[in-house]
């Protein structure tokens, strides 16, 4: 998300967006009660530091109406969530963003305030402080989103999602305070043309979730990574989404290969 914000030159931009915005709701006595249990401030430090744990999506995601993501108790009447979402958009054009980054603006934005909303209303915290994080709790994590997680040998998890065929992995650098996910699928050849244009047709159908080609010991993988930074902790919730998302897109890229030079 601020990788869009970044293109207007305003470090400010946010801060003034988000206040606008969080100011109208706040003073509109029919859909008010939305931040009733959210301070500003919150509000404002959780944008801020999850922006990054939003995955990019497909467009069609940024031109139909937000949907709710929090927990249905949380969730409020849609007539007013769609209210809530056009006060964003008045916001965005006040502010000068352009047309076709407002749809993304407002998904991307809404989702992490719902998930800082959810994480107010529980009595134990779901964000992950990275001193607390090893293997198991990441383990126990992705259980409660009934998500398969196990380690390896080389102190790798190896995740598999419902729906989903084709494991994908992540890494935790502890030291450097960082997750990374990321998919490999070997190539049955040492064919790294055939790889390249499968690549190719990957990255045209699904430009959204790059992938490239990788050698590794003499063998050739269609891979994909995203990397996060868990320095101000770990939104537990938001990592299973984008686990799940994560599995699905790898998963649709490897499809591409209509040529079956990939074993899986």
């Known amino acids: 998300m601020h990788h869009l914000l970044s293109k207007y030159e305003d470090e400010e931009k946010l801060n003034r967006i988000l206040l606008k915005f969080y100011s109208r709701v706040t003073s509109n006595v029919s859909i008010k009660h939305f931040f009733m249990d959210l301070s500003f401030e919150k509000m404002l430090r959780d944008v801020s530091r999850f922006n990054q744990f939003i995955l990019d999506r497909p467009e069609k995601t940024y031109t139909d109406k937000p949907n709710q993501t929090t927990d249905p108790s949380l969730q409020i009447g849609s007539a007013s969530f769609i209210e809530i979402c ?107 043309v055939a790889l390249d244009n499968l690549v190719s047709i990957a990255n045209e159908i699904y430009p959204f979730f790059p992938v490239f080609s990788r050698k590794e010991n003499e063998s050739f993988y269609l891979y994909a990574e ?14 299973n989404r984008i686990a799940k998302q994560f599995a699905k897109c790898f998963e649709n890229t490897v499809l591409c290969d209509k040529e079956k030079i990939l074993e899986f």
Request: aromatic residues 4%.
């Open 86 to 192: 056009h006060q964003l958009v008045e916001v965005l054009k006040e502010e000068n963003i352009e047309e076709k980054d407002i749809p993304r603006l407002v998904t991307d934005t809404m989702e992490i305030i719902e998930e800082s909303k959810s994480e107010a209303s529980d009595r134990i915290s779901s964000v992950y402080q990275v001193d607390n994080l090893n293997a198991d709790q990441l383990i126990h994590i992705f259980s409660l989103a009934r998500i398969k997680a196990e380690l390896n040998d080389d102190n790798i998890l190896t995740i598999r999602v419902n729906d989903t065929k084709i494991p994908i992995y992540l890494k935790l650098h502890k030291e450097q305070q960082l997750l990374l996910f990321y998919g490999k699928v070997v190539s049955k050849k040492s064919d790294c």
């Open 226 to 239: 995203h990397q996060f930074s868990i320095q101000d902790g770990l939104p537990s919730r938001l990592m």
